[in-house]
């Protein structure tokens, strides 16, 4: 894989808010969705992916800045080992402990082969516990590793997160998981799905897929806490008559009463009609009136407005006492 850095368009002195947002910038100009059957574009999400994974991980970050491990998270080993030199002097090619590291397992798969043809292979681990009489190196435990965390982004309507939802996600590893989406997620939490990342490592236990939720803005609604708000545009009929009229709201439209003489910021309260919350109730949903002209000029309706207004005058912006 490519340099991290250089996926994300990124220095190396970044933190980690340059490195979030340059990933969920790239994420989203290169989602698979957004170009179906463009082989390039999947691949070029998926390098942004792991250069995300690697970079928003502190340890694996420091560990690549020091060349201890490269792009992929793959040591390095930059020192000992074959044709190698331990720095503080010449080792011969083998760095301390290097040729035990190199053949350790080829030396425990030998033995575990000759045990079986030999029952008395295994006998000279009493002496000096290092040994044994097959010329083995003895049989150091594999260390077990839990497998790492992939990190992936789902964007979501206002409506969705709030009442939740069920959709597909797909993660850096190619696979396609259906997820349920709880109400009432705010945009930039996660969900993570337990066991869904990288394979553990001799046995351990997968990592986990942590999903950012995103979600788009919505031309009517907001939130604040668990309550929702919206603009509700009305005629200058209703605003001076009153009115029933229909309100839009995430389960759907109700009919809500306007009263007599409304004024622009007049607004109404629509209990329960807001977002869920985890004790299982709900928020309000407020509904401030818009008064609106018609569209299109009416010289009637300019003459009738004209001509009241020279009769009956009245201030709006007059200070109050």
């Given amino acids: ?26 994420a989203r100009q290169n989602h698979p969705d957004l170009h179906q059957g463009d082989t390039k574009a999947e ?34 080993f930059r020192s000992g080992g074959f044709g190698g030199q331990r720095r503080g002097g010449n080792t011969g090619g083998f760095g301390a402990g290097g040729f035990h590291d190199i ?18 292979a295994d006998l000279g681990r009493g002496f000096g516990g290092g040994f044994d009489f097959s010329g083995s190196f003895g049989d150091e435990t594999h260390p077990q590793r839990k497998g790492a965390t992939v990190n992936c982004w789902l ?14 996600v797909r ?37 986990d897929a942590m999903v950012e939720i995103h979600i ?12 929702i708000h919206l603009d509700l545009p009305i005629t200058v009929p209703e605003a001076v008559m009153g ?29 329960g009609k807001g977002i869920k919350a985890k004790d299982g109730t709900r928020g309000d949903q407020y509904v401030k009136l818009r008064v ?3 569209e299109k000029s009416d010289k009637e309706f300019i003459e009738f407005v004209k001509s009241w207004s020279e009769r009956k005058p009245y201030s709006v912006r007059a200070k109050k006492s």
């Fill in 216 to 227: 788009k803005p919505d031309p009517m609604f907001s939130r604040k806490g668990n309550d």
């Fill in 155 to 168: 964007e979501l309507d206002f409506a969705e997160a709030a009442r939740g939802c069920k959709k597909t």
């Fill in 243 to 271: 009115a029933k009229i229909e309100a839009p709201t995430i389960d759907g439209p109700v009919h809500v009463k306007v009263p007599e003489h409304a004024n622009s910021g007049t607004t109404l309260r629509l209990r």
């Fill in 43 to 76: 691949e070029r999400f998926k390098e942004i992916q792991a250069a995300y994974q690697l970079l928003s991980d502190d340890d694996k970050r420091n560990q690549y800045d020091r060349g201890q491990i490269d792009a992929e998270g793959n040591p390095t």
């Fill in 1 to 26: 894989m490519k340099d991290p850095y250089r996926v994300l368009g990124i220095p190396k002195d970044s933190t980690k808010i340059d490195i979030k947002a340059a990933y969920r910038k790239l």
């Fill in 103 to 120: 053949f350790k397992d080829f030396a425990n798969q030998a033995r575990r082969q000759k045990a079986q043809e030999d029952p008395f």
């Fill in 292 to 294: 609106m002209l018609p």
């Fill in 171 to 207: 993660l850096p590893t190619g696979k396609e998981l259906s997820v349920n989406v709880p109400a009432g997620f705010e945009d930039g939490q996660s969900l993570r799905l337990k066991g869904q990342g990288m394979p553990g490592l001799n046995g351990a236990p997968s990592g």
